[in-house]
């Protein structure tokens, strides 16, 4: 699948939501991570990272995860994700410990509300 076919974004209430749909790995993570990263504007609160339809995360995708975090938090943005419980994917990102730096919500109105707070000071 190509970016275009995989990432979808779109800006509400200050907050940029990105849905990935699919399979995210070494050959597109690199450049849905630029993509994202190239959408945020200094005025946007924060970011949802909506991982409902995304079926795979290999290595490449959590390191995508990782790095989205802390490019934001240099800029005082906040990143939130929206995984479903249940889903395979929440529990690869449970296995990396994820929820010790990055909030992680059932869907994605509760998650926009979460990024639109102020992230916490380290």
């Known amino acids: ?11 509400e209430d200050g907050v940029v939501i ?3 749909k699919g399979e995210i790995d070494l ?3 690199r450049a849905i991570g630029s993509q994202i990263a190239g959408t945020v504007t200094n ?3 924060g970011v949802v990272l909506d991982l409902a339809d995304t079926s795979y995360l290999d ?7 990782f790095d989205l975090h802390e490019r934001l938090r240099a ?3 906040r990143l939130v994700l929206a995984i479903p419980a249940g889903s395979r994917i ?5 296995l990396v410990n ?3 730096v990055i909030p992680v919500l059932p869907d994605v109105e509760e998650a926009k509300s979460a990024a639109r707070e102020p992230p916490p000071a380290e």
């Open 1 to 11: 699948m190509t970016v275009d076919e995989t990432l979808d974004i779109r800006t």
């Open 18 to 20: 990105a849905r990935l």
């Open 27 to 29: 050959a597109n993570a």
């Open 43 to 45: 005025d946007a609160t």
């Open 59 to 65: 290595s490449s995708g959590v390191h995508l995860v």
């Open 75 to 77: 800029r005082q943005q």
């Open 90 to 94: 929440r529990r690869v990102l449970e």
């Open 98 to 100: 994820v929820e010790s």
